[in-house]
C-alpha cells in the first residue's frame, strides 16, 4: 500500500508565501516522477509543477518565478515554495508520483489534496 500525504497548506494574504511537502509512503522501490497539480472551484485539475526526465522542471506559465518545486529523494518527498501567492492561486493542491515501483510493477498515485486559500 502506498500514501502520499500533503502538508503545508492554508489561508495567505496575497503577496504570502507558503510552503506544501508530499511525503510518500509504502513498499516503494523507486519513484520516477513527483509534481504537483491544483484544482479550483469549477475547472479542470491543472499541473503546477513537476521533475520530468533527467531531474528537470516544468512548470505551469502563471507559476513561473514565484513557485519552486524540489525533491528529497532519500525521503520520497516532493515541496513546493509558493512565493508572491495570488488570490487566483487558491485551490486544492494535489502531489501526484507516477513510476512508482512497488515490486515488479509501476503505478500512478495522487494524495489527497490540501487547500491553499489566498485572501485578504
Known amino acids: 500500500q502506498v500514501q502520499l500525504v500533503e502538508s503545508g497548506g492554508g489561508l495567505v494574504q496575497p503577496g504570502g508565501s507558503l510552503r506544501l511537502s508530499c511525503v510518500a509512503s509504502?513498499?516503494?522501490?523507486?519513484?520516477?516522477?513527483m509534481g504537483w497539480y491544483r484544482q479550483a472551484p469549477g475547472k479542470e485539475r491543472e499541473l503546477v509543477a513537476r521533475?520530468?526526465?533527467?531531474?528537470?522542471?516544468k512548470y505551469a506559465d502563471s507559476v513561473k518565478g514565484r513557485f519552486t518545486i524540489s525533491r528529497d529523494n532519500a525521503k520520497n518527498t516532493v515541496y513546493l515554495q509558493m512565493n508572491s501567492l495570488k488570490p487566483e492561486d487558491t485551490a486544492v493542491y494535489y502531489c501526484?508520483?507516477?513510476?512508482?515501483?512497488?515490486?515488479?510493477?509501476?503505478?500512478?498515485?495522487w494524495g489527497q489534496g490540501t487547500q491553499v486559500t489566498v485572501s485578504s
Open positions: 501526484n508520483a507516477d513510476g512508482v515501483r512497488v515490486g515488479a510493477y509501476t503505478y500512478q498515485y
Open positions: 509504502g513498499n516503494i522501490v523507486s519513484i520516477s516522477v
Open positions: 521533475f520530468i526526465s533527467g531531474g528537470r522542471t
